[in-house]
C-alpha cells in the first residue's frame, strides 16, 4: 500500500464522496418537502 493515490484512484474517491454528499442531500430535501405536503394537506381539512 503506497500513501500516494494515482489519479484515477484519486478521482474515483472524489466522485464518490461527491456521490454520497449529493444523494443526503437529496434525501434530505425531499423529507422536508414530503414534511411541508404532509402539513399543508392537514391544514386544509381543517
Known amino acids: 500500500m503506497s500513501l500516494y493515490?494515482?489519479?484515477?484512484?484519486?478521482a474515483a474517491k472524489n466522485l464518490i464522496n461527491?456521490?454520497?454528499?449529493t444523494d443526503a442531500v437529496?434525501?434530505?430535501i425531499s423529507f422536508?418537502?414530503?414534511l411541508l405536503?404532509?402539513?399543508r394537506t392537514i391544514g386544509d381539512k381543517k
Open 37 to 39: 405536503y404532509k402539513e
Open 18 to 21: 461527491l456521490l454520497a454528499i
Open 5 to 10: 493515490l494515482t489519479n484515477e484512484e484519486y
Open 26 to 28: 437529496l434525501v434530505a
Open 32 to 34: 422536508m418537502i414530503i
